[in-house]
Nanobody, 114 residues
Framework: QAQLVESGGGLVQPGGSLRLSCAAS????????MGWDRQAPGKQRESVAD???????NYADSVKGRFTISRDNAKKLVYLQMNSLKPEDTGVYYC????????WGQGTQVTVSS
């Protein structure tokens, strides 16, 4: 059974950093594109970053230069390093495999506040 489990969320001050992790099981990890989406309170879910199975990355304009997505195929992990965090980065962050129609995790809360 496919499962994605996110971790690493929490409360951080503006300008701080967090690293999110997503552990995959039950899927052939290295054939899937992986990504992170987020949903802020009262807003629609939006794509944050994606990484192809070959390691090509893509970012939302709002996070370019601050966030970095990476993957470790051997460990079946995908990461989202978030630097220079802003209050508008607050939301629930979801990991997914295989695009929007694929597999999703349950999400991890990120709150950026002083």
């Amino acid at each position: 059974q496919a499962q994605l489990v996110e971790s690493g969320g929490g409360l951080v001050q503006p300008g701080g950093s967090l690293r999110l992790s997503c552990a995959a099981s039950g899927i052939i990890f290295n054939i899937y594109a992986m990504g992170w989406d987020r949903q802020a309170p009262g807003k629609q879910r939006e794509s944050v970053a994606d990484i192809t199975r070959g390691g090509v990355t893509n970012y939302a304009d709002s996070v370019k230069g601050r966030f970095t997505i990476s993957r470790d195929n051997a460990k079946k992990l995908v990461y989202l390093q978030m630097n220079s965090l802003k209050p508008e980065d607050t939301g629930v962050y979801y990991c997914h495999a295989g695009g929007p129609a694929g597999y999703w995790g349950q999400g991890t809360q990120v709150t950026v506040s002083s």
